[in-house]
């Protein structure tokens, strides 16, 4: 079973930084895909940004210009770097691979922006 650990999250004031890490159980090549997504309180679970196995990334238009996706394939670990940091980018966020026969997620960190 593949597992996927999170952690990194906290409470930040507005405008601050937090780097978030995702450590998977297998080697991460192994998998097309490994993203970040968001869940606020009362909404849905949303997308953040992804790297995939050739280090392409992709963001959300509420990421861009702010976060950072990045790996290191031999930690087997998914970075999010998230800068200037909004009150609207409080929720848990998880990390997911995304394997040729089915996803597998993390069980979440939470990262609160407030002053």
């Known amino acids: 079973q593949v597992q996927l650990v999170e952690s990194g999250g906290g409470l930040v004031q507005p405008g601050g930084s937090l780097s978030l890490s995702c450590v998977v159980s297998e080697r991460i090549l192994n998998f097309y895909a490994i993203g970040w997504y968001r869940q606020a309180p009362g909404k849905q679970r949303e997308l953040v940004g992804r790297?995939?196995?050739?280090?392409?990334?992709y963001y959300e238009n509420s990421a861009k210009g702010r976060f950072t996706i990045s790996r290191d394939n031999e930690k087997n670990t998914v970075y999010l770097q998230m800068n200037n940091l909004k009150p609207e980018d409080t929720a848990v966020y998880y990390c997911?691979?995304?394997?040729?026969?089915?996803?597998?997620w993390g069980q979440g960190t939470q990262v609160t922006v407030s002053s």
């Open positions: 997911k691979a995304t394997g040729g026969l089915r996803d597998y």
């Open positions: 790297i995939n196995s050739v280090n392409a990334t």
